[in-house]
């Protein structure tokens, strides 16, 4: 017994319009789309946050290569001061 009659599908989609309602059955085609175009939107837009973290980290790698930060002499004082304690 198994669903290759098409008695078996008019039936089953009988009771689906009683249990949901042809409202409900309507909006679910665009719901579906809506939900499917959210996830995919997440999707890129966690690659994309991805990659601008991974640009803004070669940027500031960058930016030390080139620029390299200077001690304070303060600092430099202080260190040395540490050491002979």
């Not at 198994?2 to 009988?14: C, E, N, Y």
């Not at 249990?19 to 890129?44: E, H, M, W, Y």
Request: glycine fraction near 8%; proline fraction near 4%.
């Amino acid at each position: 017994m198994g669903f290759d009659s098409i008695w078996h599908w008019l039936i089953l989609l009988v009771i689906v319009l009683v249990v949901f309602g042809t409202k409900k059955i309507r909006n679910l085609g665009p719901d579906l789309g809506a939900a499917i175009r959210d996830f995919k939107k997440g999707l890129s837009g966690e690659d994309e946050a991805k990659q601008k973290e991974a640009e803004a980290a070669r940027k500031a790698a960058e930016q030390l290569r080139a620029d390299p930060p200077v001690a304070d002499s303060s600092t430099q004082s202080q260190r040395d001061s540490s050491e002979t304690k």
